[in-house]
């Protein structure tokens, strides 16, 4: 047989699950969307199509919608780390389970508007209106012995509207751009940090705690940088969070350059003095780089979006 | 000729606009995406393709840029009066104008996660992060005479997690639906509201604190009514604007009712007590309404969201 | 009370049906995407939240897959006239009923790279690729005694490279652009027509052939105008339908101007000559227009489009 | 210093360029869409802004447009090879070029419709309408030595009616599916593959006549074989691709389970004898391998596609 089997995996992507946790009248909400891929001795199935080792996508998401009534939903790192757990340890043939989640936020609207955002007592702690701003997403992967999981964020998009510059760069015989000495830097940044933790004899971190310290970091990182260029606000948020965060390894960043063109205002008579701006779609810059500990290994793949 | 030109219009869309408004170090921000649309004497373009009626799409999107910077962005609403009479009263041709204007909303980095959220002396006040919840729009219609301003809001996600029964609706033999006295009502609300104003004669209305006062409205409403189905939370909705807002005649809404089903866990000897639920994408109810000032008369179009 | 309820419509939207039909080993596939909207007596169900006269959306559901098992799905047109009928003249208080529906085109593989087009004798005659060109769209609208069935396509995307020209355009302050004499005219064609048809006393048309031979008219018009505005390649369009569909009374196209733009290669010391162009996003050109048959009722609602 | 950069990358993402070649009144047209990732000594510009390295991505940007000119585009991946070798050979600090490129086709308005799928006498040969099927993406590596080609295509989406069973997998506490033995089997395919050609001595692959036999091989095989899972589906089509394509050593798909589901009518006294069917939207079953060359080694991404 001049052909062989590669790697490969499976499993069902995107189960949407809700949780809701009531505490008398008011409730508490977990809305995931967990996507499943389990790797093993999977190559009969590839040559014959004999089922023998395929647990069905199908029982991987009811298991999904099991173990939010079994474990509940900590959080969305703990939660995936139970599943993984599961499928290698349950099921002879897999040896390797990756899970993967998106989390979606939401706000109570009792505290909507309010200035002290505590909840306004009239209006009741059962509903509740979804955040958008980012989306918090997380992988776990299991072999049996090694945990590995990476978290992370995107869709968090922010603008500096000043005390940014590009200039020095090299020019070749198809350079036209001018140089800036105070611009618009806009990105939306997607995030992927991977955890220290990698075995169930060592102290967990507290994973919604890590979270929001990390997203926090990463804001203030890229708001307080005056910037020389954005591969100097990434390394500039990826060092602060190796710095500060001890449970984090290593962070990797796709920022696209979303570009804000100053408008030619001169045929109208204008000026233009760092006011009008187009928010350009396409072509966009694209900047990507990991930041790790010193002596660690890099792990988190190269590409964290794709055309 | 057997055939004739019906209605026709023309214009330039989504012309994505950003100012910035710069008080010292701090900076404010203003993000629009603004589409023209123009009505007038345009046979002799479809029957000949004679332009000598016709200014250019791109002389619309430069009114749009030059604009930002001689008027300023007061609000979507006032921004989208200013173009409306600009090319109503400057081109003989033109005898109508339709603007519509998607708005993005910013929040500064410098108060995420301050419990005061009141800014950080430390971050920088020209540093943003979009807010991600709702867009808010508008759309300015006028005529030379009569003015009809409609704003509104979409993809507002919200849930009650309890609080909503369905039951007593009409079983033919095509209903396998039970009922329920218990469960999920999430929407995504899009609404559009018509202000009563319309002429240049009486007091305009303040835009952006009616905008922030509907939405309000609109929030607390859903979150404090029991219901007993989704129309009579639209009612409950649109007549609390009504009756609070006096600015505003009319108000239609379009609701996707975003299921959530209770999972089967008897399969699994779990009991599902009302807390685990699948999150449907399609299909998905959808309940459209108008909710009037009594005598007004309704001219917000039918259809918000199009299949 | 101060408010009152206007127009209204509930039901279940994008109910997804695919409807396999064996002929031996020959199969064929509808593939259906059903919105339905009913209107009626509903005033109570928003006033108090009595269900007394609603027909559950779940149940507008199963009556789209139970139809397709009953009726068959001979065109998405006589589908939806099944539908429309049915909850109109079984449920009294429904009044009208709404049915919207997207149609997806598949193609036998066994064609596929055929250079007569027939089926390979090889290759199964159950085997399918999705057509993605455009897509096929209905809408059915019954109060008990009128029909009125809308067709159309959306998402079909076409350019000629030449023959296309635009100058002798107003100019005014906020004008740049410069006069062409030979640009690219590409746009996504969204049309929708409307039938003559509309009683069952008529001979009904035959839908798929309707469409098929629109569907040629306005590509053929398309490639045969030679251009000088946008307008212009529209009523051609449409004209030719009505000129030569007998059956169609009036036609509504939405069609976005997509740009491209030539390059300056002058600084890199390189001739353009209609060569290199910058296929653009936002903002676009969107012409919009209506063409009748002399003395027909315009019918079809201005916005196909909606931002 | 606790940190240190990791690998990095940057460049102009989506890039959109048309040709157009005119061959007196008949023009050709080539659609693409080109992302360019450069790598290379670029830690000065993270660790302190200074982009003396930084060959900006708006150049990128302009020598996609001026190679369109100066080298034509006669293939996507004939375009990538030069772009990477200009990147890689010209800049110092430059160490390697990545360069992804997709490309939409069109068909002529001309042969649309004819039996023959000849042009039609009638209509211009610079008239186009953009196919809409799959997308064909190509990704070229260079690092001044090796290259490596990985050419593909996404969206690709096929059905087949009948000749697909899954029965005899795993069964534990949370598997509820029952076997089927005659199902629909569809898929969105997304493929990419690896040529063995990797060095200018090489002769290169006609790539266009490549990426079409591949592609027919790809449908054939999904559509001629008897599936007992998607798993072997897949393998039949990759293994096929070995086994024909003798400048082909590696193939990975990426193969989303697009769920039909059997409505149960039996509430409605009907019966579905495998006719009427729910194409479910989330979860779905996601299936993803590697086939593989005997002795070749995979280099191919495991993540074609991304949640």
Redesign the interface.
């Known amino acids: 047989?001049?052909?062989?089997?590669?790697?490969?995996?499976?499993?069902?992507?995107?189960?949407?699950?809700?949780?809701?946790?009531?505490d008398g009248r008011t409730?508490h909400?977990k809305?995931l969307?967990v996507?499943v891929?389990l790797q093993g001795d999977?190559a009969d199935?590839?040559?014959?199509?004999?089922?023998?080792?395929?647990?069905?996508?199908?029982?991987t998401?009811?298991?999904v919608?099991?173990f939010?009534?079994?474990y509940g939903i900590e959080s969305a790192e703990q939660f995936g780390i139970h599943l993984a757990r599961h499928f290698v340890t349950?099921?002879g043939?897999i040896h390797q389970a990756r899970i993967?989640i998106?989390e979606y936020a939401?706000d109570r609207?009792?505290s909507?508007?309010e200035?002290s955002?505590e909840a306004s007592p009239?209006?009741?702690a059962?509903?509740?209106?979804?955040?958008?701003?980012?989306t918090r997403?997380t992988q776990i992967t299991f072999d049996g012995e090694i945990w590995e999981v990476i978290s992370g964020l995107k869709?968090?998009?922010?603008?500096?509207?000043?005390?940014s510059e590009?200039?020095?760069?090299?020019?070749?015989?198809?350079?036209?751009?001018r140089e800036a000495y105070d611009r618009?830097l806009a990105t939306e940044i997607s995030a992927r940090w991977r955890h220290h933790w990698s075995g169930d004899d060592e102290p967990m971190p507290d994973w919604d705690d890590s979270y929001?310290r990390t997203k926090?970091h990463i804001?203030?990182a890229?708001?307080?940088t005056y910037?020389?260029?954005l591969?100097?606000t990434?390394?500039q948020m990826?060092?602060r969070v190796?710095?500060n965060r001890g449970e984090i390894d290593?962070i990797?960043f796709a920022l696209?350059?979303k570009h804000?063109f100053l408008?030619d205002?001169a045929?109208?008579?204008?000026k233009?003095e760092?006011?009008?701006?187009?928010?350009?779609?396409?072509?966009?810059?694209?900047?990507?780089?990991?930041?790790?500990?010193?002596g660690a290994e890099?792990r988190i793949?190269?590409?964290?979006?794709?055309?």
């Open positions: 047989m001049p052909t062989m089997l590669g790697q490969n995996q499976y499993g069902k992507a995107e189960t949407r699950v809700v949780r809701i946790t009531r409730h909400i809305d969307n996507s891929a999977m199935v590839h040559y014959s199509g004999s089922n023998a080792h395929v647990l069905p996508t199908d029982t998401k009811n298991t919608y099991a939010a009534k079994e349950s099921q043939p993967r998106e939401w609207i009792a909507v508007d200035p955002h009239d209006t009741p059962h509903s509740f209106v979804r955040t958008g701003q980012e997403v869709d968090l998009t922010v603008m500096n509207s000043t005390d590009f200039w020095g760069f090299v020019k070749d015989k198809y350079t036209t751009l618009i929001a926090r804001l203030r890229f708001a307080e910037s020389l260029s591969q100097q990434l390394y990826g060092s190796i710095e290593e990797r696209p350059n804000h408008v205002l045929p109208f008579g204008l233009n760092n006011e009008i701006y187009i928010a350009a779609d396409r072509p966009y810059g694209l900047i990507e780089a990991t930041v790790l500990r010193d890099p793949p190269l590409d964290l979006t794709q055309l």
